[in-house]
């Protein structure tokens, strides 16, 4: 058997293709299928596949095109590495260091919704960072507080506030979800988990929508509590995803920085309504009292603007 005899990323090399059609007869697969599935729209790997894996795929790959099996030269469309978890003592994992964390032990602990957490929020994806208990003890408090959050929810309306701070947290959850940064996109609910605690009442439309934006990342305690105040509804996770508008998005106040020769001498708080053209900014700016300061007896020769953020006069 080639199993037996060759090496175990040249076997797995070309299984993906016969997944599509297992009990295909006419061949190493249905090309038929492939047309339908493939290319892989990304594929995940660490940096032992670089060579290992993704070499002989990618062999394979164009080795059937030659034979007129497939119409394309990758196999996927997009690569993305992650990174790697290091033991407790900062070293590779090793049962000779005896600093190996067992996945299944810490599932056993504290449930697998809180480990899947964990492993999306300890570090950007395709970085390397020690594993931490203390850490994985903060996501279990994080989702305890989720679960409490549901003797909140009461039938009221949004105010404008609480609807800017949801889109806020629809947006951010969504694009870090489609650039695998799943570090912040957490980091984003967990902001929003506090902004909705400080609160007396919650909204049942805010809770099921944190709901469905955390749904990704734990699965498990999501659809009961999703059950839990939606008794008879289907399943979270076949749920639309929560959509936002764009026109609530617009911070009511801004904070654009003032510098004078590239040094910091000011933060001025200006009202976006009044945010027209740089020549307003720059009226309200000079107003300020740290400013007026230090441009007395100085001639502007050059205002740098950069719209919404900063203001920058050279002297």
């Not at 000011?266 to 053209?277: F, G, R, W, Y």
Request: charged share 25%; proline share 3%; net charge neutral.
């Amino acid at each position: 058997r080639d199993a037996e005899t060759l090496d175990t990323f040249f076997d797995s090399a070309w299984y993906y293709y016969r997944y599509l059609s297992p009990e295909f007869k006419d061949g190493p697969f249905d090309t038929e299928k492939v047309k339908e599935l493939m290319p892989v729209d990304v594929y995940f790997g660490g940096s032992e596949h670089t060579l290992g894996h993704t070499l002989y795929a990618r062999f394979f790959t164009k080795f059937f095109k030659d034979l007129g099996l497939v119409h394309f030269s990758e196999f996927a469309k997009k690569r993305v590495q992650h990174g790697v978890i290091l033991g407790p003592d900062g070293n590779r994992m090793s049962k000779s260091k005896g600093n190996v964390v067992n996945p299944d032990d810490v599932v056993k602990e504290y449930g697998a919704d809180t480990v899947r957490l964990y492993l999306c929020f300890m570090m950007p994806y395709e970085a390397t960072a020690p594993w931490s208990t203390g850490a994985i003890s903060g996501i279990y408090r994080f989702l305890k507080r989720v679960w409490e959050l549901s003797e909140k929810v009461h039938d009221l309306e949004l105010s404008q506030s609480d609807l800017t701070q949801m889109y806020k947290t629809i947006k951010k959850v969504g694009d870090d979800l489609n650039t695998f940064q799943f570090n912040t996109a957490v980091a984003s609910l967990m902001t929003w988990l506090n902004f909705l605690s400080a609160k007396e009442k919650i909204t049942k439309r805010e809770y099921e929508t944190f709901l469905k934006l955390l749904a990704p990342f734990a699965p498990f305690i999501t659809e009961e509590l999703w059950q839990l105040i939606n008794s008879t509804a289907k399943s979270i996770h076949l749920e639309k995803w929560p959509a936002y508008d764009s026109r609530h998005l617009v911070e009511e106040e801004i904070s654009i920085v003032v510098q004078i020769n590239g040094k910091l001498r000011d933060i001025v708080q200006i009202q976006n309504a009044k945010l027209k053209s740089q020549n307003d900014v720059e009226e309200i700016v000079r107003k300020s009292e740290k400013i007026k300061k230090h441009l007395e007896g100085q001639t502007v020769k050059k205002v740098i603007y950069v719209e919404g953020k900063l203001l920058n006069f050279v002297v």
